[in-house]
């Protein structure tokens, strides 16, 4: 049973950068295609972006693309999430995300029901 473990959130000024970490067990991570989801007060969960297994693939939502980087580091079990240029309107509860794609190594979901597995968050606050 895969688990994830977000860390890296916190308090940062307009402008600035964060990058969050998200820590999976389990021993066939590279299967696993991830994704960051992420949810303000009163909105409804929002994409921001998924990796594939190999992570040769990404996606972005349209509000962070260019100023976010999904990457992962099979090896350690990680996938990231730097964030740069960071906006008041991206503070959120920022959760990933997971779930097995064996077989589908370029597959880059980015539908809440295409995963299976869920970290329990990391708040991120951007002050303007």
């Known amino acids: 049973q895969v688990q994830l473990v977000e860390s890296g959130g916190g308090l940062v000024q307009a402008g600035g950068s964060l990058r969050l970490s998200c820590a999976a067990s389990?021993?066939?991570?590279?299967?696993?295609?991830m994704g960051w989801f992420r949810q303000a007060p009163g909105k409804e969960r929002e994409f921001v972006a998924a990796?594939?297994?190999?992570?040769?693939?990404?996606l972005y939502g349209n509000s962070v693309k260019g100023r976010f980087t999904i990457s992962r580091d099979n090896a350690k079990n990680t996938v990231y999430l730097q964030m740069n240029s960071l906006k008041p309107e991206d503070t959120a509860v920022y959760t990933c995300?997971?779930?097995?794609?064996?077989?589908?190594?370029?597959?880059?979901?980015?539908?809440?029901?295409?995963?299976?597995?869920w970290g329990q968050g990391t708040q991120v606050t951007v002050s303007s």
């Open positions: 995300a997971a779930r097995d794609y064996s077989g589908m190594v370029y597959y880059t979901p980015r539908r809440t029901a295409e995963y299976d597995k």
């Open positions: 389990g021993r066939t991570f590279s299967t696993y295609a």
């Open positions: 990796i594939s297994g190999n992570g040769r693939s990404t």
